[in-house]
């Protein structure tokens, strides 16, 4: 089953060009440049508020998504890790859409909260790669991605294809708010189009990042940090990398370093930057000089301008292709999860099974 893979994860990672082209292959014509969104018999155009719902990897899949919603369709967005929604008490005005995010479908807290917003009222919608699921079942509008089963316990392929379910949808509710021109969405379809080769591009960056999973490999803590819908990739990145290898690590946006973490840094502390060359970009590396005054070490992750001009003095560089903002949250997935893979294969741990975690947390 593995093929030539020694995991199931490092299969999977490599599966994402084309499982996220399988995936947007539901969600747009491309001959039209046009989105498609199944059938639903609701009216999405009288959304007002989306409240996002999910846990672990595919909350951070919600966070990116916050911002699609927000920025295209200027619709507000509420966003809660699942354990903590119900216990809450939101406020879930009518005409609110509330959105679950999971690959198995069946996580505990996420489905409880699914049928406390359903109870409230609120049109169901999720996104789940297990068409079968509970949460799809009981979904008015069900969005399948299309990854394939996903056997590692850490959630790769599955993060990627939700990313891209969720721009497609973002494209969509924006056109139906009246917020996008026909051209616009074209633009948009075009670059979703891209995000296969540019993920191709990124894994390319295999040997780079295998050859230096040993500089992070022997760190106690690490330190990831991004901005704007990089962010959530940190917070993802450092969701991997301790899954897999036991290594404490922490996502911060970038802008919070000065706010408290920066006391943790000396030379043992790798510090991960995520950050793509654009307008994010100065206010990034400025928060990476701070970290390098103080003896920290940098592993930038940018794209080839980016590196020029921030690359020098860094611990190690991981260059990705230089692509559209939209698809970067995808792009930038792989070299976290690449870099988790690697230092977790060169620690020894077991990358497939790790310890006290389940593929699908049935248990609140
Ligand atoms: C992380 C991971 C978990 C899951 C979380 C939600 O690698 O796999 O954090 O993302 O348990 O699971 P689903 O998406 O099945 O609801």
Redesign the pocket.
Same mark, same amino acid.
Do not use: D, H, P, R
């Given at each position: 089953e593995k093929g030539n893979y020694r995991h199931y994860m490092q299969k999977e990672i490599f599966e994402q060009p084309v499982v996220v082209a399988q995936t947007l292959s539901s969600y747009i014509r491309p001959l039209e440049q046009t989105v498609a969104l199944p059938q639903m018999d609701f009216d999405l155009s009288a959304i007002d508020r989306i409240t996002i719902v +999910?846990? /672990? %990897? !595919?909350?951070y899949a919600g966070m990116v998504a916050k911002y699609w919603f927000e920025t295209f369709a200027r619709i507000p967005v509420d966003i809660d890790v699942a354990s903590e929604f119900r216990y809450r008490d939101p406020v879930l005005q009518p005409g609110g859409l509330a959105l679950f995010?999971?690959? !198995? /479908?069946? %996580?505990a807290d %996420?489905l409880a909260a699914l049928r406390h917003c359903k109870a409230q009222g609120q049109t169901i919608a999720v996104v789940v790669?297990v068409p079968t699921s509970s949460m799809a079942r009981e979904a008015d509008l069900l969005l399948p991605t299309h990854a394939g089963p996903e056997i590692g =316990? +850490? !959630? %790769?392929k +599955?993060?990627t294809c939700q990313l891209a379910v969720l721009a497609a949808l973002a494209a969509h509710l924006a056109l139906c708010k009246g917020k996008l021109s026909a051209e616009e969405e074209r633009e948009i379809v075009r670059h979703l189009i891209e995000a296969p080769a540019a993920l191709n591009a990124a894994l390319a960056h295999d040997e780079d990042i295998s050859a230096m999973a040993h500089l992070v490999a022997p760190a106690r803590d690490v330190l990831y940090l991004g901005r704007g819908p990089d962010y959530p990739l940190a917070l993802e990145g450092a969701?991997?990398l301790k899954?897999i290898s036991y290594i404490h690590a922490e996502g911060y946006a970038s802008g919070e370093m000065k706010h408290g973490p920066i006391a943790l840094i000396d030379e043992a502390v790798p510090v991960v930057v995520l950050a793509p060359s654009g307008p994010l970009f100065e206010k990034t590396v400025s928060n990476m000089q701070e970290v390098r005054a103080r003896g920290g070490k940098v592993v930038l992750i940018s794209d080839a301008e980016g590196l020029a001009e921030a690359g020098e003095g860094c611990l190690a560089t991981i260059e990705m292709p230089k692509v559209h903002p939209l698809i970067a949250p995808l792009v930038y997935a792989v070299p976290v999860q690449l870099l988790a893979y690697h230092v977790a294969v060169a620690k020894g741990t077991d990358v497939d099974q790790p310890r006290n975690?389940a593929?699908? =947390?049935t248990v609140e």
């Open positions: +999910a846990c /672990g %990897t !595919s909350y995010i999971s690959q !198995s /479908g069946e %996580t %996420t790669n =316990v +850490a !959630s %790769t +599955a993060f969701l991997k899954e975690l593929k699908s =947390v």
